[in-house]
């Protein structure tokens, strides 16, 4: 099986997919390990690709493939990565095939600069950018829409990296947290309104990193500064850290999936903590709606800590009723279409002897497509399950995303085509119930405007062309 069949298939079974992971160092003699680690600690927000790339003042290296971080890096390849600086990254595509030639960081050279750049996000007007710098003569090397970025900044290098950086990002739309490498410095950007997480900390002898989530800090026992705010440029150099403002809005737009599903739970994104926030969705749900049930159970591992909130909330058992296999990996050979329940049943296994008789409330997080859902809860239903009942820690998923997210238009979300009554009935569960944007936000200790809803409530903070799809900037006319 090629790596694409099998991405293919992992998108077929999971739920929403993961975008990117982007880590950065300035100051460190170790500087491409610490990348390696601070990517290892990434890797749930990608893992279709890896890439790393270093400089030492003069000379920039780079290594990336397709894989997981463990499987792409070795000793000898970190080895030689040679320097101070370095930005790595881990790829989830949300444009773009799924091919080497996509992998990330990637690096150019222009008017005798070396250019590495890493991207988390997704520019909604990427192919209009791409269309009219072709016409004036561009060419590009990828299909991915963090090139345009790339060919932006070269058009206004003369001016200086903080005025190219500047000028590019009136022009760029959409999510897109920014790291770059040169030879001399490591230099990292935020949209103006905040979509996707990026941190600054600081190592004890000085260094600085940068990272998407800080669960990378922890890992290599960095200290937290701050987060790179909203439209502010930071250049990292020998004279220290320097920051700008390069755009202002008046509103965040701060994506509520990193809190309900993206991010690790350890982390803290956006100014405040992933478990307590989840544990708080779930909690929330006792509010909206109580069940005479025997006890609450996760699917393993994305209702786990909504699970914890809703259980003691309710005064009720939790139990781990399901148990994942954790060693099902890359080479999982799919087996025919006739036994395709399988891929499902392979990495999840109820427990029996728990299930047997009893009323069971199962939490998740998000449902997307409700494939997998469906094949799980009959997994539960012929455990010997008496009935069972589904609650979600977040709203119907009604509208595609074009920021990040995976799921880009509306005929890959169950919830767009059917209401939750036919949810339910297609689920094959007892009760079906799903947290309310309004309980949700109040979970989150903030007004609605902090947080784009838009997969929610349709209510985009940015134009959007909802004729773009993944493969858009691929398209040959």
């Known amino acids: 099986m090629d790596c694409n069949s099998f991405w293919k298939i992992r998108r077929y079974f999971g739920g929403p997919r993961e975008e990117c992971g982007i880590f950065g160092v300035y100051g460190h003699e170790d500087a491409a390990k610490l990348t390696y680690f601070g990517l290892y600690a990434l890797q749930h927000r ?11 003042g003069k000379e920039v290296c780079e290594y990336k493939a397709m894989g997981l971080v463990s499987e792409v890096f070795n000793e000898r390849n970190l080895k030689e990565l040679r320097g101070h600086i370095a930005v790595g990254h881990v790829r989830y595509s949300t444009t773009g095939s799924s091919v080497l030639q996509n992998a990330q960081p990637f690096c150019v050279n222009h008017a005798g600069c070396t250019l590495a750049v890493a991207h988390n996000g997704n520019l909604v007007n990427a192919a209009q950018i791409r269309k009219d710098l072709e016409n004036f003569g561009s060419i590009f090397q990828t299909t991915m829409d963090s090139e345009v970025i790339v060919h932006l900044l070269a058009k206004a290098w003369k001016r200086g990296i903080e005025d190219a950086i500047g000028q590019s990002m009136k022009v760029i ?3 897109y947290s920014v790291l770059i490498l040169t030879e001399k410095a490591l230099i990292a950007f935020r949209d103006p309104l905040g979509f996707r997480p990026l941190s600054i900390g600081k190592m004890p002898n000085g260094a600085y990193v940068l990272a998407s989530e800080t669960c990378a800090f922890d890992l290599i026992q960095a200290e937290y500064i701050r987060e790179v705010e909203r439209g502010e440029i930071v250049i990292i150099d020998e004279n220290g850290l320097h920051s700008y403002t390069a755009i202002r809005a008046e509103r965040r737009a701060n994506c ?3 809190f309900i599903y993206f991010a690790r739970p350890d982390s803290n994104i956006f100014g405040r903590n ?3 926030f989840r544990k708080a969705l779930g909690a929330a749900l006792i509010k909206e709606v109580t069940i005479d049930a025997d006890f609450v159970m996760p699917f393993p591992d994305s209702g786990n800590y909504a699970a914890v909130g809703y259980a003691q909330a309710a005064g009720l058992p939790l139990e781990l009723a399901v148990i994942r296999n954790h060693y099902v990996g890359r080479t999982f050979i799919q087996p025919s279409q006739a036994m395709r329940d399988f891929g499902v049943r392979v990495k999840l296994n109820p427990v029996k ?4 008789g009893k009323k069971v409330i199962i939490m998740e997080d998000s449902i997307i497509r409700g494939t997998t859902s469906r094949t799980r809860i009959k997994a539960i239903r012929d455990a010997g399950a008496k009935e069972i009942y589904m ?3 977040c709203p119907p998923t009604k509208f595609p995303c074009f920021y990040g997210i995976d799921f880009s238009t509306k005929g890959e979300l169950i919830a767009a085509k059917k209401s939750v009554e036919e949810i339910r009935e297609f689920l094959g569960l007892d009760g079906l119930h799903y947290l309310n944007i309004d309980s949700m936000v109040e979970a989150a200790g903030a007004n609605s405007e902090r947080f784009c809803l ?3 409530n349709g209510k985009y903070p940015t134009e959007v062309d909802f004729s773009i799809g993944k493969f858009s900037l691929e398209a040959r006319t």
């Open 274 to 276: 992933v478990y307590t």
């Open 391 to 393: 609650l979600v820690s």
């Open 454 to 456: 838009a997969c929610f």
């Open 173 to 175: 739309k959409g999510a």
């Open 46 to 56: 990608g893992q279709e690709s890896a890439g790393i790339v270093t400089s030492d």
């Open 256 to 258: 509520i999936f990193e």
């Open 353 to 356: 002897e728990v299930i047997r």
